[in-house]
C-alpha cells in the first residue's frame, strides 16, 4: 500500500497562486508515477499533471500548461502542484495519486493509490 497525504488548498482570486502538497509513504518502491487530478462539481475527473517517481519527466494538461509545475522533493518524498494565474474554472477537489504502471497515460484507471483530495477554490 501507498499512502498519500494532499495539502495546501484553500480560496484565492484569480490571477493568484497556490501550491498543494502531496507525501507520500509505505511501500513506494512499486511506485513509477504521480499524478494529479482535479475533479469539479459535475464533471469527471481529470489529469492535470504527472511526474515520473524520479522525478525526471513531467506531463501537463493542456489547459494548464506554462501556469502549473509538478515537482518532487526528493528529501521528503514529497510531490508539489505549484498553480500560479489560478482561473475560476480552476476550482475543483485536487487530488494526488500514484500510478504502478510502468507507461504513463493520464487516465485515472491507471492509478492505483489516491489521496482523500483537497479543495481549491478560485474565485473572480
Known amino acids: 500500500q501507498v499512502q498519500l497525504v494532499e495539502s495546501g488548498g484553500g480560496l484565492v482570486q484569480a490571477g493568484g497562486s497556490l501550491r498543494l502538497s502531496c507525501a507520500a509513504s509505505?511501500?513506494?518502491?512499486?511506485?513509477?508515477?504521480i499524478g494529479w487530478f482535479r475533479q469539479a462539481p459535475g464533471k469527471e475527473r481529470e489529469s492535470v499533471a504527472g511526474?515520473?517517481?524520479?522525478?525526471?519527466?513531467?506531463y501537463y494538461a493542456d489547459s494548464v500548461k506554462g501556469r502549473f509545475t509538478i515537482s518532487r522533493d526528493n528529501a521528503k518524498i514529497t510531490f508539489y502542484l505549484q498553480m500560479n494565474s489560478l482561473k475560476p474554472e480552476d476550482t475543483a477537489v485536487y487530488y494526488c495519486?500514484?500510478?504502478?504502471?510502468?507507461?504513463?497515460?493520464?487516465?485515472?484507471?491507471?492509478?492505483?493509490?489516491w489521496g482523500q483530495g483537497t479543495q481549491v477554490t478560485v474565485s473572480s
Open positions: 509505505g511501500r513506494t518502491f512499486s511506485t513509477y508515477f
Open positions: 511526474i515520473t517517481w524520479s522525478g525526471g519527466r513531467t
Open positions: 495519486a500514484a500510478s504502478r504502471s510502468m507507461r504513463y497515460s493520464g487516465g485515472p484507471n491507471d492509478f492505483d493509490y
